[in-house]
């Protein structure tokens, strides 16, 4: 059966997590039996498009009409429904993001397909179509049988890991017919973060909270991300108290990521910001009271001051790097 996955850019670069989701594709193709189609739309890089064959894509689709730059949620799902019509998909896989969360139930509507969102593993064909979602905020899983021929599946990061290996997808022009419905939603403004690593798509991320005391400490955590190449982030109080920018906030209200990696330094560990960083692979949590309550959610915990430990870890990190 044929599998269609959308894959997002930025600024004209393909992200990281919908490379991922080119893999998971391929390997849901080669489980049921057909190939895979790549849908990229706006400014997307073409040689980066081409790339997609290299993450298992047979071929791929581009929508460069300038007005799908906007991400608008409405004309989005009408052109992955118009793709998923024309390349006759069977499944329609996307990669987690604030946008993909908007349009894939729309998409599922427009096809007339079953929908499992925050998927995190592969599906079991066995007897029907069974996929593995992440609920409760991370806390559980759940077992979903999707019925009926069509599904739509967003899947986690680091669900299946993205490893180029060769080959070349050929890449076509791909156009929709959308209506004035689609567009009606207009972007006033976009406040874009900044840094050398982006926190919805690091695998590596250093947080702080109120451990650390104030802003004018924040530098041992940036030198520590800086060696381990991971994006910063922080605690609800740190932003509120404006020590740290919004979007660097992870978090039941803020952003949830899911890296390979997440190091918490003077974080108590409320249950709103486990919401946000419990599907990380690897927890490391520096807390000085053994109490925290986010020592039940590590997987490695130091009990002792972050400016000792913080410090003393990243120059141990540098002798082995």
Request: proline fraction near 3%; charged fraction near 20%; hydrophobic fraction near 45%.
């Amino acid at each position: 059966m044929s599998v269609l996955v959308f894959v997002e850019s930025d600024s004209g670069s393909i992200k990281k997590s919908s490379h991922e989701a080119v893999a998971y594709a391929a390997k849901v193709a080669a489980m049921t039996g057909g190939d895979v189609t790549a849908l990229a739309m706006g400014d997307a890089n073409t040689d980066e498009l081409a790339e997609l064959g290299q993450y298992g894509a047979n071929k791929v689709l581009h929508a460069a009409d300038e007005k799908l730059n906007d991400s608008v949620v409405m004309a989005t799902a009408s052109l992955i429904a118009a793709a998923a019509e024309a390349t006759g998909a069977a499944t329609v896989v996307m990669a987690r993001s604030s946008l993909v969360d908007a349009a894939a139930p729309r998409v599922a509507i427009k096809i007339k397909a079953s929908v499992a969102s925050n998927v995190v593993s592969l599906p079991d064909t066995s007897n029907g179509f069974v996929v593995r979602r992440g609920v409760y905020t991370g806390k559980a899983f759940a077992d979903v049988a999707l019925p009926g021929d069509k599904k739509v599946l967003t899947i986690a990061k680091n669900t299946v890991a993205a490893e180029p290996g060769s080959g070349s997808a050929a890449v076509e022009a791909f156009t929709a017919d959308f209506t004035d419905n689609d567009f009606a939603t207009t972007r006033k403004e976009v406040q874009k973060a900044e840094g050398d690593v982006l926190l919805p798509e690091a695998d590596r991320v250093v947080s702080g909270g109120r451990g650390l005391k104030g802003p004018e400490n924040w530098g041992m955590v940036e030198e520590l991300a800086k060696t381990l190449g991971a994006a910063t982030a922080c605690s609800k109080p740190v932003s509120d108290m404006e020590w740290r920018p919004h979007h660097e906030h992870v978090g039941q209200t803020g952003i949830k990521i899911s890296p390979t990696l997440y190091i918490a330094a003077g974080i108590s560990g409320a249950i709103q910001h486990l919401a946000g960083v419990n599907s990380s692979k690897v927890i490391v949590v520096i807390n000085k009271d053994s109490e925290a309550p986010f020592f039940k959610a590590a997987d490695y915990g130091i009990v002792g001051d972050a400016f000792d430990v913080v410090p003393k870890l990243n120059e141990a990190i540098k002798k082995v790097l």
